[in-house]
């Protein structure tokens, strides 16, 4: 299997793409608490080669000029049925939403794996398409994100202010 890497500037920071050629495997902001430390001076930004990396920078350039509230590119991460149907799960919070990993846990038949929902959420490796920062704190406040938590803050923000006219959530 052929892996490609892009890298993909974006206004919350670098974004490091993998392609399995089929489907994006991969989007984690590099220098974050869980992506890949790189030295941003040596990071390579080459053109992408595989079409479903270059539908995905597309689908990210509109994200990020407010123009795109869905995904629709094919995604493909490992992981066990459970944390499967906790990522399903949160394909389904809608643009500009928030819900709590309670509901979360909810949502997915149950209330007693909230911890689990938790630690799923937090090994999607598909950030911001598989909206993982969109879920909070039962008490409303931000709590755990791989992209570390300024990113979410601003990732909620931009959604706010294109879906609701929000300025700032928090």
Partial sequence: ????????????????????????????????????????????FTKPRSPVIKSCIK??????AGKRTE???????????????VWAELCKIPYGRTISYMELSKRIGNVKAIRAVGTA???NSICIIVPCHRVIGSNGEL????????RKKWLLEHEGKIANGVQTLF
Wanted: hydrophobic letters at 35%; charged letters at 15%.
């Fill in 59 to 64: 689908q990210l350039d509109e994200y990020f």
């Fill in 71 to 85: 995904f629709t590119i094919h995604t493909s991460q490992v992981g066990t049925p459970f944390q499967q149907s």
């Fill in 121 to 123: 959420n937090g090994n």
């Fill in 143 to 150: 709590v755990g994100y791989g992209g570390d938590l300024w």
């Fill in 1 to 44: 299997m052929n892996i490609e890497i892009v890298y993909y500037q974006s206004p919350v920071g670098v974004l490091e793409i993998r392609s399995t050629g089929s489907a994006i495997s991969d989007v984690l902001f590099v220098n974050s608490w869980k992506g890949a430390k790189i030295n941003e001076g040596e990071l390579n």
